[in-house]
């Protein structure tokens, strides 16, 4: 968009994006805020109405870790995979109960995410009651899981 913006313009950008969502143009996802900034030569302001009125019509979701994706996507957030693959490997008796989880450091490398990630994931094990900390020691299957 060469000239200067009227109001609206995010209007206008959303249901070009929506278009092109509806097309599946955006199988792995949306582009980045910056990416649609420079494509429609908007500020970033801009772009961001324009997707917080996508995520409010369901077009589009927002996956932590990941960012924004076509409503309905098979995306995951990685913290949720990885509760998934421990809680699994729970239930399967790989992670018997009283065994020590691997550190965070071990989680991190394992499945190439972040160690807050790692932590996110281990908390909401934990909030749950699958995991146990033991301070200075390390995390452990709980006894009732």
Same mark, same amino acid.
């Given at each position: 968009?060469?000239?200067?913006?009227?109001?609206?313009?995010?209007?206008?950008?959303s249901?070009?994006?929506?278009?092109?969502i509806?097309e599946?143009?955006?199988?792995?996802? =949306? @582009? *980045? /805020? $910056? %990416?649609?900034?420079?494509?429609?030569?908007? &500020? +970033?302001?801009? !772009?961001? #109405?324009?997707?917080?009125a996508?995520?409010e019509?369901?077009?589009?979701?927002?996956v932590?870790?990941?960012?924004?994706?076509?409503?309905?996507?098979?995306?995951?957030?990685?913290?949720?995979?990885?509760?998934?693959?421990?809680?699994?490997?729970?239930?399967?008796?790989e992670?018997?109960?009283?065994?020590? =989880? @691997? *550190? /965070? $450091? %071990?989680?991190?490398?394992?499945?190439?995410? &972040? +160690?807050?990630? !790692?932590? #996110?994931?281990?908390?909401?094990?934990?909030v749950?009651?699958?995991?146990?900390?033991?301070?200075?020691?390390?995390?452990?299957?709980?006894?009732?899981?």
């Amino acid at each position: 968009m060469p000239h200067p913006s009227p109001r609206g313009t995010y209007l206008t950008i959303s249901e070009a994006l929506r278009a092109r969502i509806a097309e599946g143009a955006y199988p792995d996802g =949306l @582009p *980045s /805020e $910056a %990416e649609i900034g420079r494509e429609f030569g908007v &500020a +970033r302001t801009t !772009v961001r #109405r324009a997707l917080r009125a996508l995520e409010e019509g369901g077009d589009v979701a927002t996956v932590a870790g990941i960012g924004r994706q076509v409503a309905g996507g098979s995306q995951v957030a990685p913290y949720k995979r990885i509760m998934t693959d421990v809680l699994e490997r729970i239930r399967t008796g790989e992670l018997p109960a009283g065994s020590r =989880l @691997p *550190s /965070e $450091a %071990e989680l991190s490398e394992t499945y190439g995410v &972040a +160690r807050g990630t !790692v932590r #996110r994931a281990v908390h909401e094990l934990e909030v749950a009651g699958h995991v146990q900390a033991r301070h200075g020691v390390g995390r452990f299957v709980s006894p009732a899981s």
